[in-house]
């Protein structure tokens, strides 16, 4: 069974930058596309961006060329490099694993990330 644990969120003023790891337990995690999930108040949960096994990655129109996504196998860990913050990037931001390879089906606990004016 694959675990999530997020880190890094925090506050910080628009502008500014933060850096969010997902660590995930158990093996074949270099086999499971990840992605970076975000749910701001009031608002459904929405996607940041997704990296494949390949490497391949995919974001979010509002986060494009602020937000780099990137995973290192040997470390079973995704992280999300978030630059140019904006208050609108204020939520809850969830990792997520592609263990069924159909869908994101295993989640973390989620990291708040608050970005202030």
């Known amino acids: 069974q694959v675990q999530l644990v997020e880190s890094g969120g925090g506050l910080v003023q628009a502008g500014g930058s933060l850096r969010l790891s997902c660590a995930a337990s158990?093996?074949?995690?270099?086999?499971?596309?990840m992605g970076w999930y975000r749910q701001a108040p009031g608002k459904q949960r929405a996607l940041v961006a997704t990296?494949?096994?390949?490497?391949?990655?995919n974001y979010a129109d509002s986060v494009k060329g602020r937000f780099t996504i990137s995973r290192d196998n040997a470390k079973n860990t995704v992280y999300l490099q978030m630059n140019s913050l904006k208050p609108e990037d204020t939520a809850v931001y969830y990792c997520a694993a592609k263990v069924g390879a159909v869908v994101f089906d295993t989640w973390g606990q989620g990291t708040q990330v608050t970005v202030s004016s």
């Open positions: 158990g093996r074949a995690f270099s086999r499971f596309a």
């Open positions: 990296i494949g096994a390949g490497g391949s990655t």
